[in-house]
């Protein structure tokens, strides 16, 4: 039997051709690494601790020199998911992406839109035999708003109300920093007087507010109102008379209150001595 070959339809692939594509294959996916003698390692510069906010885009780093032909996984340690291979994304959660430029020695990890939840650690992994890991800790925070000293705090009639407002984990400073008295904005120019208000903005802001010889009027609750975080509620007692039932027995007096009772214990002792 004779075969015939039809040269017209199978004709071959222009070795060129081959080249170039295979060339491309390489330069775009195996990244054709020139070959260096020694063991892939972390740039010692790899964080390993990172914070994020909640719902703003967060990128864990790692740095790998001398990677050759070896690849960059990003592994979860909570459920030892494998979340990226390369420059391939391997999770259904669409938040996790892988990013890497060409040549680069960084294979980053983003997540879009993290939560709490996304807390905790991390590990970039170089495939060597075996392989190699850089572990790096993610914790996710939420704006919060704290009044030092809260919930409760018992100020003596006379003296000067003091309350700190903190402010952490906003993406930028709070704009203003608004307090109510009683659901009531506070009115720094009424007749009442005596209230002052001193404002820092950074990292951690704060919001102090003054309210110079307290009356029973000023008693309640005070209220700060950050304009990008949660606000934080306080009441203030105005004591004037004995130190009444709810705190007798209690550690936690200020120290404003704790010692006219030393001072009076004091002065009593000398008496009873002489």
């Not at 592994?75 to 680069?104: C, M, N, W």
């Amino acid at each position: 039997m004779i075969c015939r070959q039809d040269s017209g339809n199978n004709k071959p692939r222009d070795q060129s051709t081959v080249s170039e594509s295979s060339r491309r294959f390489r330069t775009e996916f195996l990244e054709d690494w020139p070959q260096v003698p020694g063991a892939p390692y972390f740039d010692p510069s790899t964080p390993d601790n990172v914070t994020g906010l909640v719902g703003y885009p967060v990128t864990l780093l790692c740095k790998v020199k001398n990677l050759q032909n070896r690849t960059v996984s990003w592994v979860r340690h909570r459920d030892i998911h494998l979340l990226t291979v390369g420059r391939y994304t391997y999770t259904s959660d669409q938040r996790f992406e892988a990013q890497h430029k060409p040549r680069s020695e960084e294979w980053a990890l983003r997540i879009r839109s993290p939560q709490r939840r996304d807390s905790g650690q991390y590990e970039c992994q170089i495939s060597t035999t075996p392989p190699v890991g850089h572990a790096v800790f993610l914790n996710i925070v939420a704006p919060e708003t704290e009044i030092l000293g809260g919930p409760d705090l018992f100020i003596y009639a006379g003296s000067t109300i003091n309350l700190t407002c903190i402010v952490k984990h906003t993406p930028e400073p709070p704009s203003t920093i608004n307090w109510t008295h009683r659901g009531k904005t506070i009115n720094f120019d009424s007749t009442r007087g005596g209230i002052s208000l001193v404002t820092e903005k950074g990292t951690h802001s704060s919001s102090r507010l003054l309210v110079q010889s307290a009356r029973t009027s000023d008693a309640g609750s005070y209220q700060c109102a950050p304009d990008n975080a949660l606000s934080a509620t306080a009441r203030v007692h105005v004591l004037t008379g004995e130190t009444p039932a709810a705190m007798q027995g209690s550690a936690q007096w200020p120290i404003s209150l704790r010692l006219p009772a030393l001072f009076f214990l004091t002065v009593s002792l000398i008496k009873v001595t002489v």
